[in-house]
């Protein structure tokens, strides 16, 4: 109960951001020019800080082994996200199924699956899951970019675009300064850190602001709820037997499941918003995630 109630408490934060995000809009503080500046400035300069952050620790010889496999593991089942993103949502129009395909494959697990990981599974636990989540930010900046941007002219242009991306940039940076621990300036690293940290605020706003075009009517989208199907107990459960199958403690398989169990990231309403796709569906399967995750993340953690 005390993990659920931390749990209902972050979801509680990012919908005060978002009910921010709407008033703004509302009073005409955000419009549709500030909203693609903002994105922007989420995309290329606060969420790659934060990527970069993300790596900033340290692994001891004896947990290399253990680690290693925590990364295998996570690749493949963000490979199985990804491979399952193209083949299940066939039946919906293209811009619909872009924004599902990124959302299987990319879930909130930095913002919201950090906290309850350590609420549950305390400071090893917390260690595991910052290795855990590296392949979802690798493959959110590469598969997840080009479910948006397929340009079909160049696919040499097109997987540079991907490979330089502001936030593949930091993941190169952040694997080079975890492998060599080299010493930054406490006043940069102060800088990284308070950047790094407005992202979530800021995507929250933004949902929020995008939140003024949805109707009640806009939420009987039966599938919302069969993404969240997948998302939500598909993927967790694959993850389950799939991890014990492959014998991995019971602080591992906790870790991964309910990582995997996170509901949408935010970036789904962006990159739908950066990348001309239905930003206002987007926001929708964020929020309407968040909501299903409060009753399936307490149900899946039952599990392990």
């Known amino acids: 109960m005390d993990s659920f109630m931390k749990m209902l408490s972050t979801q509680a ?10 008033y703004c809009n509302k009073k005409k503080i955000f419009d549709k020019a500030t909203e693609i500046k903002l ?57 619909k199924k872009s924004i599902l395909q990124y959302a299987t494959l990319v879930n909130n697990c930095g913002f919201l699956g950090l906290p309850i990981v350590s609420s549950i599974l305390g400071e090893e636990g917390l260690v595991l899951a910052a290795i855990f989540i590296i392949p979802n930010r690798i493959f959110m900046w590469t598969a997840g970019i080009s479910i948006f941007s397929k340009e ?4 040499g242009k097109a997987l540079l675009k991907v490979l330089m991306n502001p936030c593949m940039i930091a993941v190169y940076l952040g694997m080079l300064q975890a492998a060599i621990q080299l010493p930054i300036p ?61 014998g ?17 990231g935010s970036t789904a309403a ?19 995630s968040v909501l299903l995750s409060m009753i399936s993340i307490p149900l899946i953690t039952l599990l392990v």
């Open 39 to 95: 994105t922007d400035f989420v995309l290329q300069i606060t969420m790659p800080c934060m990527v970069f952050n993300s790596f900033n620790m340290k692994l001891t010889m004896e947990f290399v082994k253990e680690a290693s496999f925590c990364l295998a593991l996570s690749f493949a089942i963000c490979g199985t996200a990804w491979l399952l993103g193209k083949f299940v949502y066939n039946r919906y129009p293209s811009d």
């Open 152 to 155: 079909s002219g160049n696919k």
């Open 270 to 288: 962006l990159m739908a918003q950066k990348y001309g796709a239905d930003a206002v569906y987007g926001t929708k399967i964020v929020l309407t």
């Open 13 to 22: 934060l990012m919908l005060v951001y978002m009910l921010v995000g709407y």
């Open 248 to 264: 991995a403690n019971d602080i591992l398989v906790a870790c991964g499941v309910i990582l995997t169990a996170m509901p949408a």
């Open 186 to 246: 406490e006043f940069l690293q102060k800088s990284l850190t308070g950047l790094g940290n407005c992202t979530t605020p800021i995507s929250m706003l933004l949902i929020g602001s995008m939140l003024t075009a949805l109707t009640l009517d806009s939420f009987k989208d039966w599938s919302i709820v069969y993404y969240g199907f997948i998302r939500l107990a598909v993927l967790p459960i694959f993850a389950l037997v799939f991890m014990k199958a492959l």
